[in-house]
């Protein structure tokens, strides 16, 4: 289904509707935040002023100002402005409207298409709006949380600029709740009384997020003390609605991989005290703990290595734990693998290994089995050499042969080299002894 709003700013913003709607800014001087991109001489503002504004698309979190922005661009460009579904809208919906835009356009009529959360529309749908785009049919502006680099097709994103929009800071909060108090659409007919700290209580509780940060003070209105005409916001109260901050967290979006990212890294950079930070903060978003726990398996064995050779097994039963008696109780559990893994000496001497080993393959291909080393369980196969030579390692005094067991072609190369990392320095050691040893006996 498509929304045509043709007279943003002309409807009447009645009491019955939420607070962020009704105190919503309708110019850029009212609009709080995002000077970066709004303040004097910077980009957006620039194009607005221009007239020249090209497709865009707003990436940002939640509650920072994205449609508010939209609708802005709309009226002071003077464009009629549309706004999408991605949840109801069809392919044949957008091209019946994109036509009619087609034609508006002729007779000197701007369109600016709105399309909320962008990154829900299926790759049809987006690819739907593409030709007009091209052909400047309409202006189209999305939004969007997540990145657009995961989300949003190539060929309709290389036809918008990206402006990110940033979270709100505590002190763009207390202006937005400020200007909501006096504004005659916020509370009228109300007194409101607060603390002088209410707002940056409030402010600090939204998380960046001016939609929540209005609907808290509104809740906070409406739970004050009344007396009359004027309602009084007391400590007590507000502190009932702020007892728990919401932590944005999406355990499906870029969120989810930057903090893992953020966990990875701090353990890697024995930095014990970021890496529980972080895989608290996965837990309380909510996280799989068992995701958690397979990430520090893999863990365990890339950074770590033989330089702990406890960290693998400790992780297992970390992920063993997770199974075992689940969130919450399972938190502990996978703090003591956090915090013995951030501490562990580290290794990427395996990692560094295989992949050294895949880029031989890659780059030789399947090469053929010595001789020696096949197996040979039929006659045809003793008769045409398998396992000739073979020399069994438990023979010998040292336990080591001359026989050569790599492929020809990869004579020398060498994958695993140990670090001198905590016990890892044994097997360094060793693999030394085993070099000199062959080095006093050639390889047949």
């Known amino acids: 289904m498509v929304v045509k709003q043709e007279s943003l700013f002309n409807a009447e913003r009645g009491t019955s509707s939420p607070l962020a709607y009704r105190v919503r800014p309708t ?44 609708e802005i661009i709309a009226q002071q460009t003077k464009s009629h402005f549309i706004t999408f579904s991605a949840v109801t809208t069809g ?16 007779f000197g009529e701007r369109t600016i298409v709105f399309i909320d959360e962008i990154h829900r529309f299926n790759k049809a749908q987006q690819d739907a709006f593409l030709p007009y785009v091209e052909r400047g049919s309409i202006t189209l502006i999305g939004a969007t949380t997540e990145n657009p680099s995961f989300e949003i097709n190539a060929a309709l994103l290389s036809r918008c600029k990206v402006l990110v929009l940033k979270e709100l800071t505590p002190a763009a909060l207390v202006d937005i ?20 700290d209410t707002l940056q209580l409030i402010a600090e509780f939204a998380n960046g997020d001016a939609r929540m940060a209005l609907n808290t003070l509104e809740m906070a209105v409406l739970n004050g003390d009344r007396e009359g005409q004027v309602v009084t916001i007391t400590t007590a109260g507000l502190h009932q609605l702020i007892n728990t901050k919401s932590l944005r967290y999406d355990k499906n979006g870029e969120e989810h991989y930057n903090i893992i990212s953020a966990l990875h890294k701090s353990m890697r950079n024995s ?10 903060r996965m837990l309380k978003g909510g996280e799989d703990p068992l995701y958690i726990a397979r990430r520090l398996i893999r863990f365990a064995s890339e950074d770590v290595g033989l330089a702990d050779r406890q960290a693998l097994p400790l992780t297992v039963a970390a992920y063993q734990a997770c199974q075992l008696i ?16 951030a501490l562990a000496p580290k290794s990427n001497a395996l990692y560094a290994a295989k992949s050294a080993a895949q880029a031989d ?39 080591l042969t001359t026989m050569t067991t790599m492929p020809p072609e990869l004579s020398g190369h060498q994958y695993y080299e140990p670090t001198d990392q905590g016990q890892e320095k044994t097997w360094q050691q060793r693999l030394a002894a085993i070099k000199q040893w062959h080095a006093q006996h050639p390889r047949s």
């Open 27 to 70: 110019t850029l001087d009212g609009f709080k935040g995002q000077d970066h991109l709004l303040g004097p001489g910077k980009l957006l503002r620039q194009l607005i002023a221009e007239d020249q504004i090209p497709s865009l698309i707003f990436w940002g979190p939640p509650g920072v100002g994205k449609t508010t922005l939209a």
């Open 91 to 106: 392919i044949k919906e957008i091209r019946t409207i994109m036509d009619e835009a087609e034609a508006n356009r002729d």
């Open 177 to 196: 709740l400020q200007a909501a108090l006096e504004n005659p659409q916020g509370f009228p007919q109300l007194t409101v009384t607060l603390q002088p």
């Open 271 to 280: 930095d014990v005290d970021a890496a529980i930070y972080w895989l608290m």
């Open 326 to 341: 689940g969130m919450p109780e399972c938190d502990v559990n996978l703090t003591e693998a956090v915090t013995y893994l």
């Open 361 to 399: 393959i890659r780059a030789t291909g399947n090469l053929p089995v010595p001789l020696q080393i096949r197996n040979a369980p039929t006659k045809l196969m003793k008769d045409l050499g398998y396992g000739d030579d073979y020399q069994y390692a438990h023979d010998t005094a040292d336990k």
